[in-house]
């Protein structure tokens, strides 16, 4: 029986420290950003699957992770690696740049309704190209709570294919950049 | 009969009763020996006695044909667990989107710890030790959806800790109800989240498990020196399974390794890299196959024997097929067999203490 009871208690205590861990991130967002529908789509899941999930089009594009810029991350463009760092992103989910020390980050982009940062990945292919290095936003899908799913059960499916964006959501960063949906409105 | 043994050293010796008395009514029926009805009575009660007192305990298998439905009643509880853990999976994600975020987590905290307590009362009172395991595949699944649908709630990015998580949990299971599927499953687990972990500290992705073969070999060669090397108090069954899953994790990552150089950490070229895994497949098959000769493990020889003709065979492939046509090829690959079926029977004679057949002549 003891193994048992030690079994349950091991899986509990994980999802404490998820769940703790979860709670501290969201008592007070670092930053709240504004998307439309472009920028995070709905996910369709077919019908065994009634959850709802956004996910986030982040444009990925980085020209501006120079060889200069991976140095500073202590990363060699000739050698193959991968490092995780906090990008900024924008309101139209663009990557703008990338840092490791959040205070810095906060100082080079201190509006937080225009800029968010997220946990990220550089990754340097090793290999001699034009775009040495690709930077990858982790977080891949953002799930719709309950609460706020009723924008996004009424929306129209008549306005596809999308000439305008449906809905604009309100997306929170907590202080690690981790995002969580805060608000959701249908546009007219 | 003691606890650590278990279900394998019952089932044993009730096999090694059957066998006795198979063996004495041949004897009798050849005149060699006789017993008297009063003494045959006695024998023939302590032994029922003794079958009864086993499989009233350990649910072993009494004759020849409980044990061939044994193995369709496993298959079945196999095939159940699956199903059933299908089904409560698709069953979740039918019904999550309508709930609120307290209501998901909450069935999620719940689900794993209502399938031990499912596994307790089974193991109690229950009729039968494969609605236990039934019971710990869905229990496992629970732990499973567990940690995932709260990661996909919260948006957390996936983390290789969450395999340390679920194999702490099988394996406790497994240790707790004696369940070699469990165990394999927490060892599959415990081998998925030492290579990832491996991968993440050297910098790579470590999503993608078959990057680099080091670190899989290394944790599959851990895992099956353990029951050697920590002498764990365990179920009779317990050391094979380590040794099972270990050695397949090892075979694996040699294999590709052989197949793709460019997934190494060495630091040589593509083609060594190779070279070194395609020699070391045999090295390692061979020595696994001495390994389990000397130790009297069919299961381990089997492994070696067949992982060997794979190599080779591979190794083969890769050699003519491109040069030679195709009658060649397949002739020599059968002459090749041959080669190694008179080699294992040797091998086989070897360990029966038998002079081979030139050693007669």
Redesign the interface.
């Known amino acids: 029986m003891r193994p048992a009871v030690l079994a349950c208690g091991w899986l509990l205590a994980a999802d404490a420290f998820l769940l703790v861990d979860a709670a501290l991130e969201r008592r007070a967002p670092a930053a709240e950003l504004r998307f439309d529908e472009r920028a995070f789509p709905l996910s369709d899941y077919g019908r065994d699957n009634t959850a709802l999930r956004l996910r986030p089009q982040w444009r990925e594009t980085a020209l501006w992770l120079t060889a200069g810029k991976l140095a500073e991350f202590g990363l060699d463009p000739r050698s193959r690696a991968r490092k995780q760092v906090l990008a900024v992103v924008n309101r139209q989910g663009e990557v703008v740049g990338a840092g490791l020390d959040p205070a810095r980050l906060g100082e080079l982009y201190p509006d937080r309704t225009a800029y968010a940062f997220t946990p990220a990945v550089i990754t340097v292919s090793g290999t001699a190209s034009a775009t040495p290095a690709a930077i990858h936003v982790l977080t891949r899908s953002v799930h719709v709570p309950a609460h706020l799913r009723g924008v996004f059960d009424r929306l129209d499916p008549a306005r596809i294919p999308l000439t305008a964006p449906r809905y604009e959501v309100s997306v929170c960063f907590g202080p690690s950049g981790r995002m969580w949906l805060c608000g959701a409105r249908a546009l007219p | 009969m003691d606890e650590a043994s278990g279900r394998a050293g019952a089932q044993r010796r009730a096999d090694r009763i059957r066998a006795f008395r198979e063996e004495l009514a041949e004897l009798e029926r050849e005149g060699v020996i006789g017993f008297g009805p009063e003494q045959k009575a006695r024998l023939d009660a302590h032994l029922e006695s003794v079958l009864r007192a086993l499989a009233e305990r350990f649910d072993v298998d009494i004759t020849a044909s409980e044990r061939q439905i044994s193995w369709g009643m496993r298959i079945a509880s196999t095939i159940a667990g699956a199903a059933l853990c299908a089904a409560a999976v698709?069953f979740f994600?039918?019904?999550?989107?309508?709930?609120?975020?307290w209501a998901q987590?909450a069935i999620?905290?719940a689900a794993?710890?209502a399938g031990?307590a499912g596994?307790?009362f089974c193991s109690r009172r229950g009729p039968s030790r494969y609605y236990t395991g039934l019971l710990g595949i869905l229990a496992c699944a629970a732990?499973l959806l567990?940690?995932s649908a709260?990661?996909?709630?919260?948006?957390?990015?996936d983390s290789p800790d969450s395999f340390l998580?679920w194999s702490?949990?099988a394996l406790?299971?497994a240790?707790?109800?004696r369940l070699p599927l469990l165990l394999a499953g927490g060892l599959v687990s415990a081998i998925a989240f030492l290579t990832m972990t491996t991968l993440r500290w050297t910098?790579?992705?470590w999503a993608a498990l078959d990057q680099r073969m080091e670190p899989l070999i290394g944790a599959g060669a851990l895992v099956a020196a353990l029951p050697a090397a920590a002498r764990l108090r365990q179920p009779d069954e317990f050391p094979w399974v380590y040794r099972i899953v270990g050695l397949l994790t090892v075979f694996s990552g040699v294999a590709i390794g052989g197949l793709n150089g460019n997934q190494s950490y060495l630091p040589f070229g593509s083609g060594r890299v190779e070279a070194m895994y395609q020699g070391a497949g045999f090295l390692v098959a061979a020595f696994v196959m001495r390994y389990g000769v000397r130790s009297g493990q069919p299961g381990v020889v089997n492994l070696g024997a067949g992982f060997f003709a794979l190599f080779l065979y591979l190794r083969l492939f890769e050699w003519w097929w491109d040069w030679m046509p195709g009658y060649v090829f397949f002739f020599l690959v059968g002459c090749i067999s041959l080669g190694l079926l008179f080699a294992f029977q040797r091998v086989r004679r070897r360990t029966r203490g038998e002079p081979s057949s030139q050693e007669r002549l």
Do not use: H, S
Not at chain 2, 93 to 101: A, E, K
Not at chain 2, 150 to 157: R, T
């Open positions: 698709l994600y039918r019904v999550w989107g309508v709930l609120p975020v987590v999620l905290l794993p710890a031990v596994m307790e732990a567990n940690l709260l990661a996909a709630i919260f948006n957390l990015p998580v702490v949990f406790l299971l240790y707790a109800y910098g790579l992705d």
